[in-house]
């Protein structure tokens, strides 16, 4: 089966069968979700639907949703590590549980995928201070397993909240026990018990059932969602590979053209370095097409890391040539369907590659030098070894990496310490974790009084930046917290101090109105034929939510927002500045 038929029987089949609605998948950057950088699990757009906000397309959804994790980048390569993956999912929004769920994932994965249910081996929550054992999942699965004339003794594992729990996706929110599905992909059945499938090759995690009754909270508790939901999660890639018998997913349909066309380019054949530049060059393409461009800070640092990284391994490969765009062209012609954003972004995401590659080149030769400068004090004071910060010093100011470093000091008879680098290269990590945790901590998924306002005021700001700059302006990036708002949007000249003090206006103006705030469905066809704003990343046909201020503005959203803008009082922008190519910044508060 191709994943792409796999994408289409997965969501026809909670459709017709359980009667689902499909929803589209968000960008991989969540929309006003401040307490994370990417959507790393299709969670994220739902949370507000999942602490009991009612969903626009009812209490039953499914969903194919394009994710991001960068935790494990230093694995990719393997057989199975990604980045960027699709997700397909079915929701329960205070409707069906466990029980239905279970017997749900039993009936696709045994009846649509003709998988084999006496290869399959599952997992439950075992209990702890936080929440009980989960034993009506246990006797769900003794029941499905029981239907299909398999005996359930030895097939379900108890584990601890490392493996058997999800969420919140931030510090705080929608979260609950799960319980996973692996099949046993082995030769010899007698072996199974001397094994756990959560940490042996011989099983594939396929899907993960999340069963979202808690809520935590800032002071670490789990208090009772006012609904139970249930979340799910199947990996397409690792289920492509699968039914196709293959032992990873690079052996696929889903990765063998840009494989290929890597392998074309290359004079040497390095397994690992073609699959990091597969799986780093498509998360990039899917970035792009989401208007991330690379930078230094945030979602920018990490597709910047993405790029060079494939670039530096196209090096290994021997790949003489500007490379990164033909490989992301592959990208762009194979995912079209169904992702025709990358089609109509085609020209953005080429641009954005080459400039990113010619960057990375002069950073290249800039570091060069400075390693020479670094090399002539060294033979001066006859020292043999690089210290870990002069090589950190490299990496970090001129983004030269760790292993040219290793190879141009090899070639002049130096060591380089590299455990001191990656002392330094720690500490520097850690410290921007830090700042990470702090910047992301709290926003819209905890529903404040305070966030809540700023992201009405964010509309307002929305539409006076278009009144003042023109229609070119669209949203970019929205980073709210309790203190500020940060907005980024569209626009490819610095702004005077007229312009700023123009939007301030009319921002303090329609606030001085008191207009009200009032909340619509519609189909994404009439919300745009009313000339509303927002991300029209949605078919036409979905019903989405749409807030109006009175009648300034008008805005595809999922919420929430105060009702009256008089509760805002002052708006005052603090800062503005670029945040990326054709981007700029504007962070702003509301006068307490
Ligand atoms: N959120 C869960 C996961 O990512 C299920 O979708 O595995």
């Known amino acids: 089966m191709l994943a792409k038929e796999l994408r289409r029987k997965y969501i026809e089949f909670f459709v017709k069968k359980y009667g689902h609605k499909e929803i589209d998948g968000s960008p991989l950057i969540p929309e006003n979700d401040p307490t994370v950088l990417f959507t790393t699990a299709g969670m994220h757009p739902l949370v507000p639907y999942l602490l009991g906000e009612p969903h626009p397309e009812g209490k039953r959804l499914v969903d194919c949703q394009k994710c991001l994790r960068t935790d494990d980048i230093d694995e990719v390569g393997d057989d199975t590590h990604l980045t960027f993956f699709e997700m397909l999912g079915n929701w329960s929004l205070g409707d069906y549980f ?72 931030g510090t705080t929110g929608p979260c609950g026990p799960c319980t996973e599905m692996y099949y046993f992909v082995g030769d010899d059945f007698s072996v199974i018990g001397d094994y756990h499938p959560a940490n042996s090759d011989l099983f594939v995690e396929i899907w993960n059932d999340v069963f979202m009754e808690y809520n935590k909270k800032e002071d670490g ?23 196709q018998k293959k032992k990873s997913h690079y052996d696929t349909e889903l990765f063998s053209n840009i494989i290929n066309k890597i392998k074309e380019l290359s004079t ?97 030769k800039h570091g060069e030098k400075e390693f020479r400068k670094l090399l002539s004090k060294l033979i001066e004071t006859e020292r043999k070894v690089l210290s870990g910060e002069e090589s950190f010093y490299l990496y970090e100011t001129y983004g030269f990496p760790i292993e040219i470093t290793q190879e141009l000091a090899k070639e002049n008879g130096i060591d380089v310490d590299i455990e001191g680098f990656k002392e330094s290269y720690k500490r520097h990590q850690d410290l921007s974790r830090k700042g990470a945790e ?57 702004l005077t101090p007229d312009q700023l003090k123009e939007v301030e206006e009319i921002v303090n103006d329609v606030i001085a109105r008191a207009l009200p705030v009032d909340v619509q469905e519609m189909t994404v066809d009439e919300a745009k034929s009313r000339g509303a704003i927002g991300l029209f990343e949605h078919k036409y046909s979905e019903k989405v939510k749409v807030y109006s201020i009175g009648d300034f503005s008008m805005e595809i959203c999922g919420g929430p927002h105060i009702k009256n803008t008089k509760e805002l009082k002052k708006f005052r922008i603090l800062k503005e500045q670029s945040s990326s190519a054709g981007v700029r910044r504007i962070k702003a508060v509301i006068e307490k």
């Open 98 to 169: 466990k029980e239905e769920a279970i017997n749900m994932s039993m009936e696709f994965l045994v009846e649509e995928l003709k998988l084999d249910p006496r290869r399959l081996y599952v997992s439950v929550f075992n209990g702890d201070e936080d929440a009980p054992k989960d034993e009506c999942s246990i006797r769900c699965w003794e029941e499905v397993f029981k239907k299909k004339g398999v005996d359930s003794s030895g097939r379900i594992f108890m584990y601890t909240k490392k493996e058997n729990w999800w969420g919140p996706a």
């Open 221 to 243: 508790r789990f208090d009772k969602l006012i609904q139970n939901n249930v979340d799910t999660g199947l990996g397409l890639e690792r289920v492509t590979a699968l039914l």
């Open 268 to 364: 040497n054949d390095i397994k690992g370095s073609i699959r990091i530049i597969a799986d780093h060059l498509r998360a990039a393409t899917f970035l792009l097409c989401d208007k991330i461009t690379p930078s230094n800070v945030d979602q920018g640092y990490i597709l910047r890391r993405l790029i060079r990284r494939a670039i530096r391994h196209g090096h290994k490969l021997g790949i003489e040539k500007r490379f990164t765009h033909i490989i992301s062209e592959i990208v762009i012609n194979d995912y079209k369907d169904p992702y025709i954003a990358l089609l109509e972004n085609k020209d953005f995401i080429i641009e954005q590659l080459q400039q990113e590659e010619q960057k990375f080149f002069e950073a290249l």
């Open 438 to 494: 702090h910047k992301f901590r709290g926003g819209l998924s905890d529903n404040t009084v305070e966030t809540t306002k700023l992201h009405t005021a964010t509309h307002l700001l929305h539409k006076a930046l278009r009144m003042v700059l023109g229609d070119h302006v669209e949203q970019r990036g929205s980073n709210i917290t309790a203190e500020r708002l940060r907005f980024d949007f569209s626009h490819d000249a610095k």
